[in-house]
């Protein structure tokens, strides 16, 4: 891999999620010249807040995960937007659909708590008892044995911790790789950590500040020439550069809707196709009033009747101060019921579930919206992550400058934090300074970031859960 080649003149960035607005703010207040080009008509990529019904919702990331040391609560603290605490554990129930009841508080704990902090403290043993080759699945199963866990009980921990593992993952458990299921760099506090107030648009909407943000503007060649780059449109524009940042997600880099001319490295190429960008959708529903306190429930996990699915997590919004709203978590397996049908058999879905768990017919939501980001030409999934036969330092591969005058940045451009929206951020904030710090045979050094990359396996006071 090549380093950077100046002067750095005019970078043209592709993608106006956390990643190309990072990217854009940091050049932007060091005086280098910056455009961003966006295919959709807003802002935010996978951070994007709606207003439902009066409520804010985020339909991608929502939750800062450990904020404490995470530079996405220093951004905030220090650009002044709110934090409110997004904790579900402390008020969590949860309702089993094919014992048609509610579990007890020991029951919820043992679940949530209990047997899962016990899974992601052997994790690290089950990968060198299983091999290289194991996936998420085989430990869960190898685990439950170990455990001598039968029946019903059996049932809910693979369900649970299914759940856990594709929400790590956003894709099923039997295609996650057990060797880098914990791989990544942890902050301290709560996995839940904070909610930005208002929603992530409180982030995004700060940073864009004073960016050169051009919508409608989708890119489909980013060509590379001795002179300079451009970027050229579906509609034919083109916008030229001395360099070009995109960040446009994995999903999307998979597909090949881009052409890169030359095109990527070919172990660049190999990484992308690699690397597993699975799904995770939501459904929130938008009540008259939170009906659900009156039963004196908040947050909800739900075990399916179908033994094969993951538990699915439902969030009260209310709970967080937001407004009435509940909002169902799909995580890979479970994402059929939003994506495979219209938007209105996906609520009614829903309302059939919700009807179980409160053992009568819900009122009617007032609102409602399902996601689809799977479906999504500019997204294509959710975020990345190894299946097996990938591994982490593709992930970093995908971060080092190409052709001298590209880099891409996004969450799947690193491996200290990918999925999370911090390590978008980071990843362009990185690719900024890259740039800023032209000069040819010096940047290859500076770029390796396997250094910083440590492997945190198994804590389970900071791993991942539901919802990251
Ligand atoms: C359901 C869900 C829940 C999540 N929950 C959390 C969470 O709670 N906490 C957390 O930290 N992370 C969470 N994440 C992950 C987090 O949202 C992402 O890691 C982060 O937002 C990625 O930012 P990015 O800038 O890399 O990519 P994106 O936000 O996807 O930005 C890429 C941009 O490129 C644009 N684009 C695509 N193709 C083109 C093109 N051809 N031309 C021009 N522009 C193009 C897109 O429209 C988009 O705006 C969640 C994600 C999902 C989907």
Not at 122 to 147: H, K, Q, W
Not at 279 to 301: Q, T
Not at 365 to 373: I, K, L, Y
């Amino acid at each position: 891999m090549s380093g950077i080649i100046d002067p750095v003149e005019r970078v043209v960035v592709v993608g106006a999620g956390i990643a190309g607005l990072a990217a854009a703010s940091r050049l932007q207040r060091a005086g280098v010249s910056c455009v961003v080009l966006e295919a959709r008509d807003r802002i935010g990529g996978r951070l994007h807040t709606i207003d439902l019904a009066g409520t804010p919702v985020d339909l991608g990331g929502s939750w800062i995960h450990h904020p404490i040391g995470n530079p996405l609560s220093a951004f905030c603290d220090e650009r002044g937007i709110a934090r409110d605490p997004g904790d579900a554990t402390m008020s969590l129930s949860a309702y089993d659909r094919l014992e048609r009841r509610r579990l007890d508080h020991g029951e919820v704990e043992k679940y949530t708590q209990v047997e899962s902090d016990a899974f992601w403290n052997v994790v690290d043993a089950l990968s060198d008892r299983l091999g290289p080759d194991a996936t998420g699945l085989d430990a869960i199963e190898a685990f439950v044995a170990d455990r001598g866990l039968t029946g019903a009980i059996a049932r809910r921990v693979r369900q649970e911790l299914r759940a856990e593992v594709e929400a790590d993952a956003a894709d099923r458990a039997d295609n996650d790789s057990l060797r880098w299921m914990s791989f990544g760099e942890e902050f301290d506090g709560p996995v839940f950590g904070d909610l930005p107030r208002n929603g992530y648009r409180s982030v995004i909407d700060v940073l864009a500040t004073d960016a050169d943000v051009r919508l409608n503007t989708e890119v489909v060649s980013v060509d590379v020439a001795a002179d300079g780059i451009r970027a050229i449109g579906a509609d034919g524009s083109v916008e030229a550069g001395s360099h070009a940042i995109v960040t446009v997600p994995l999903g999307v880099l998979k597909r090949g809707s881009i052409r890169f001319d030359p095109p990527l490295p070919t172990l660049t190429q190999r990484a992308v196709d690699a690397l597993g960008f699975g799904r995770y959708e939501k459904i929130a529903l938008c009540f008259e009033s939170a009906f659900w306190r009156d039963d004196g429930l908040s947050h909800l996990v739900v075990f399916p009747p179908d033994e094969d699915e993951p538990a699915m997590w439902v969030f009260d919004l209310d709970g967080f101060g937001a407004g009435p709203v509940l909002c169902a978590h799909l995580f890979h397996t479970l994402t059929p019921y939003a994506l495979a049908r219209p938007p209105a058999q996906a609520v009614d879905w829903l309302m059939g579930v919700l009807a179980d768990v409160f053992g009568r017919a819900v009122p009617d939501p007032v609102a409602s919206v399902v996601t689809a980001w799977a479906d999504d030409p500019f997204t294509r999934g959710a975020y990345s992550h190894c299946p097996p036969g990938a591994e982490p330092s593709m992930l970093d591969l995908l971060g080092e400058p190409m052709h001298r005058r590209l880099l891409l940045a996004g969450e799947h451009t690193q491996s200290a934090r990918y999925g999370y929206a911090d390590g978008a951020y980071v990843s362009g904030l990185r690719a900024a300074e890259i740039c800023m710090r032209v000069a040819i045979g010096t940047e290859s050094t500076t770029l390796r970031q396997k250094s910083r990359m440590k492997e945190t396996r198994a804590d389970p006071s900071s791993r991942r859960r539901p919802g990251d």
